[in-house]
């Protein structure tokens, strides 16, 4: 490893969901903003070789990246905060390092060597994690071990972050963050939990050089001291994780308890510098202070869990900041909505997202909502299967083809306007095999699209098997839903629109992946201006 590299490990205790993902990209954040080139990784403990078969039930979305990596959706809060693409390189899991050395005993590469847990597994992990370090490109690479400590299949990464503090004792750093949860009946904050789950780090070897403690109430200086003795830690490393209004405040609350400083010192790093924030402080300030409110309805199948759809819901954030609007999301369940009750169930609403998803759950409720937004004018906006329902939804209603349907629901339907890929028809294996990561799309000029991006040469991420089926594009287009977005290269259909009304656009593409702090996507920002103007 080279020495121009440094690491830091943020691990959690007592109890998952604590925001490792969320205090990783806000270090990175203020690291970046000091001029440190900083990159962040996800060490995921499960089996799966990737989120990309898993329902989002289990984990949330799955975050596809430029090169096509199925990802953890943490992945899109790094890239969110940072504005700098991630890769293939930035998610690991148990599944793809056993994988891969298996691979290598299958080849004959360990010569005939018992194959273990240590050193092969462990030498394996931290060839992954110094991957990005190697590559010369980061000063500080940042790597978030997923689960807790303590867990079973935690235990290979602990012990690969054992080895490399041992062997690179100045180049690497531990964060732990755990719980001080309050005790309403006590009336008091109780640090046994943090102390315990740093005890169980000690007993794997690990010493954590700075706690991250997650509090509702202030940790005041004894508690401090108490958890600094406790846990052979500094004073000043024992920081404070309060709970936030927003995830955008939490770099501004870790700056203010020197988490940046505190990191820098440890890692024998010049301080001199000072964060530049003042475009994020802006984000903040224009988050806090809207001039305008709507209410956009999302229509999905798994609303239940927000985190499904974590990466739509953070571009309205985006988008509404500049707009200068606060945007009210309405979660709608797809499942529930029927040609009955849809004008009921969707009252109220300012503007219409349909979701993307898989299968046929939800699906004829996703078609009603199209109908009801393209007849009563609402501004309306489709990704993936959402587009592939506008279509459908066209199809049968302005067409006049009550049979169209898309072929994963009815595989001989009559009029399958929405079809397998070609190349998609011959894959058996469902893991890492649909269209996946960035692709070209050249937009018609003067469309809504064109107007929204600025230009008319993009590059958007897919993660899909199915398209529109261009036999049909001259019927649609005649009818008066135009395709505005195509891919240069197989003519494939990337963008509908239809002409006589507010704003209706169906993407096959996820624009919801790139947008971020800095560059709020521009359909999400076009969709929510054409809400505001409609709403007036």
Not at 12 to 38: D, E, F, H, P, W
Request: glycine share 8%; charged share 25%; net charge negative.
């Amino acid at each position: 490893m080279s020495n121009s590299t440094k690491y830091i490990f943020v691990t959690g205790g007592v109890t998952s969901s604590l925001g490792k993902g969320i205090i990783s990209a806000s270090l990175a954040k203020l690291l970046q903003a000091r001029g440190y080139s900083t990159t962040i990784q996800k060490l995921d403990p499960y089996i799966n070789i990737d989120p990309g078969t898993l329902n989002p039930y289990e984990h949330g979305e799955c975050f596809v990246t430029d090169d096509g990596a199925e990802t953890d959706l943490d992945l899109g809060h790094y890239e969110r905060f940072l504005n700098v693409p991630t890769s293939q390189a930035n998610n690991v899991t148990t599944g793809r390092i056993y994988q891969s050395v298996i691979n290598k005993e299958r080849r004959g590469e360990f010569l005939g060597k018992t194959v273990q847990v240590i050193p092969h597994i462990t030498d394996e992990i931290k060839e992954r994690i110094q991957i990005l370090g190697n590559k010369g490109d980061y000063d500080i690479v940042i790597t978030e071990i997923g689960g807790t400590v303590g867990d079973i299949e935690s235990l290979p990464y602990v012990e690969a972050v054992r080895q490399m503090m041992w062997e690179f004792e100045n180049d690497c750093i531990v964060i732990h963050l755990t719980l001080v949860p309050y005790l309403a009946a006590a009336g008091e904050l109780k640090t046994k939990p943090t102390q315990h789950s740093v005890k169980q780090l000690l007993e794997l070897g690990v010493q954590p050089d700075i706690l991250c403690c997650r509090t509702e109430h202030e940790l005041d200086l004894n508690l401090r001291r108490k958890i600094a003795k406790f846990c052979n830690v500094s004073m000043n490393a024992v920081i404070e994780s309060r709970d936030a209004d927003s995830i955008y405040d939490v770099p501004i609350l870790m700056q203010a308890e020197e988490l940046d400083k505190v990191v820098l010192e440890k890692l024998n790093l010049p301080t001199k510098s000072v964060p530049d924030l003042n475009n994020w402080v802006e984000f903040l300030r224009k988050l806090k202070s809207p001039t305008s409110t709507v209410t956009v309805g999302l229509v999905g199948k798994y609303v239940e869990l927000k985190d499904s759809y974590k990466s739509i819901s953070e571009a309205f954030i985006h988008a509404g900041v500049a707009n200068e609007t606060k945007v009210n999301i309405k979660w709608i369940h797809s499942e529930k909505i029927t040609k009955e009750n849809v004008d009921a169930m969707l009252e109220g609403l300012d503007g219409i997202l349909v979701a993307p998803g898989f299968g046929s759950r939800g699906i004829s409720g996703k078609i009603e909502t199209v109908r009801h937004a393209r007849q009563n004018k609402i501004p309306f906006f489709g990704i993936c299967l959402g587009m592939q329902c506008a279509v459908i939804e066209f199809a049968r209603n302005v067409i006049g083809w009550s049979e169209a349907h898309t072929t994963e629901i009815v595989e001989d339907c009559k009029y399958p306007v929405i079809s397998m890929m070609s190349e998609q028809k011959e894959i058996v294996n469902m893991g890492g095999t649909m269209r996946l990561g960035a692709y070209k799309c050249h937009l018609t000029a003067g469309s809504k699209v064109a107007q929204a991006y600025n230009t008319e040469k993009i590059s958007e991420r897919h993660r899909h098997r199915f398209e529109f089926n261009n036999e049909y594009l001259s019927t649609f287009e005649e009818h008066g839903m135009k395709a505005t977005g195509r891919n240069p290269e197989t003519g494939l259909v990337e963008v509908v629109e239809i002409e006589d009304h507010p704003w209706f656009v169906g993407a096959q593409y996820h624009p919801e992946y790139k947008s971020t702090v800095a560059n709020p996507h521009p359909l999400f920002v076009a969709f929510i201006k054409a809400v505001l103007e409609n709403k007036k």
